[in-house]
């Protein structure tokens, strides 16, 4: 079992949704930050509604002009969520954004989410609630959430992966011409969900187990969703809140079942799957480097609250989970690069690299040399340049993996 987490070599200085990356002339560091969120969707809730939440915020923030970011200026957000009940759950992830944001010490964010049971991004892009809402303001944020296993190769549209490609384009699309015609700033951010717990059921078509029958396993599962979400994000050049990828790596910390984020149904997450879908926003949307301390009880209008020690151990997955970049479009320079990350004590890590791991062809190729020592803190992993390969002429972009590997018997 092992968690993975991606960089693009660039010479640029670029922030990304989890980590902030600063390129300088003979190397690169990177340093993580992390960001991830997640729900899943079962059809047996049914909700149609605009569940706007002006009783916490009466009037939105002015629209973002995109001259600073959001986290070092500390002005309230305006954010808006599109999607299903895995954004409703437990309270909703618009009343547990302004808890954790003003906890953190930013202003209370102005939220409103726009939802509907078992529904896709398709459903949304003819919803006139929907279209209204996005057009309504100059939005810091609009976060879009498919249902849980559209990005994945199993399903009938509107719940397969070209549906997803292709309302996530329409309602991009829509979002950049507001942006144009009003001098807004809007990023969209895709809200990467989870795969689903062991002896759950996939209900459409079907109604079959998602594993073995769909799936091999979770991994798998979680493999397709992290492809889909980085695709399509690369594509409209938005960000990714990697909350199934964060997930993955508390279950690779903690094993299932001792470690439990779903709800009964296998899928919707219980009050830590919240939390930790939570602090992952927080660190996607505002920078949040440390979510250490951050309240634990009665959040999202008393919906999620989970213990001290529970709140502890999500905070540390949030706080040193390898995250996943993509959308970057400088070439690379030649020159060595410097991975830096926030490791487990105890855990193993190698690293890989590629040219273009998204296309299916592409092989992972093992760096040997140089692989960073366990331990608790940050390690470090250097190319020296001895397995490069290419000229930077003929690699435009270089892609790194590093796996985090767990024995199952943990």
Not at 136 to 165: C, K
Not at 178 to 203: C, D, H, I, M
Not at 358 to 379: L, Q, V
Request: aromatic share 12%; with cysteine; proline share 5%.
């Amino acid at each position: 079992m092992y968690q993975e987490v991606l960089f693009k070599r660039s010479s640029n200085s670029v922030r990304m949704t989890s980590m902030v990356l600063n390129f300088f002339r003979t190397d690169v560091k990177i340093f993580f930050t992390g960001c991830w969120l997640v729900w899943s969707c079962s059809t047996s809730l049914i909700f149609a509604a605009t569940y706007d939440n002006r009783e916490e915020c009466d009037t939105p923030a002015n629209h973002f002009d995109g001259t600073e970011s959001s986290a070092s200026s500390a002005e309230r957000l305006n954010i808006l969520f599109i999607g299903n009940s895995y954004t409703y759950r437990n309270g909703g992830l618009g009343g547990l954004m302004r808890d954790l944001a003003e906890a953190a010490g930013f202003p209370r964010p102005y939220t409103q989410m726009e939802l509907a049971g078992g529904k896709t991004l398709t459903d949304h892009c003819s919803r006139q609630e929907t279209l209204d809402a996005i057009d309504s303001r100059g939005w810091h944020y609009i976060v879009l959430q498919e249902y849980d296993y559209g990005p994945t190769h199993y399903g009938t549209w509107p719940r397969t992966v070209e549906a997803f490609m292709e309302a996530s384009r329409t309602l991009n699309t829509r979002i950049q011409n507001n942006n144009t015609a009003n001098g807004w700033s809007t990023q969209v951010v895709f809200y990467e969900t989870w795969a689903r717990e062991p002896g759950a059921t996939l209900k459409k078509p079907d109604n079959i187990p998602a594993y073995p029958d769909v799936f091999e396993n979770p991994e798998e599962m979680q493999a397709e969703l992290r492809a889909n979400y980085s695709a399509i994000a690369r594509e409209l050049g938005a960000e990714v809140a990697r909350c199934g990828d964060s997930w993955e790596h508390a279950f690779a910390v903690k094993p299932y079942p001792e470690l439990i984020l779903h709800g009964d149904d296998g899928s919707h997450p219980n009050s830590l799957g919240s939390y930790l879908i939570g602090l992952i926003f927080l660190k996607t949307l505002y920078g949040v480097e440390d979510t250490t301390g951050l309240p634990y009880e009665d959040l999202a209008y008393g919906n999620v609250t989970v213990t001290e020690e529970e709140a502890a151990f999500l905070q540390s997955i949030a706080n040193i989970s390898p995250f996943f970049i993509s959308n970057i479009e400088n070439s690379q320079d030649g020159s060595a690069v410097i991975l830096t990350w926030h490791s487990v004590s105890g855990k193993e890590y190698t690293v890989y690299y590629s040219d273009d791991p998204f296309d299916s062809s592409m092989t992972w190729i093992i760096a040997d040399d140089n692989i960073p020592a366990s331990g608790t803190g940050t390690n470090t992993w250097v190319d020296d340049d001895t397995m490069t390969g290419s000229a930077p002429a003929t690699v435009p972009h270089r892609y790194f993996k590093v796996e985090v590997h767990v024995s199952t018997d943990e």
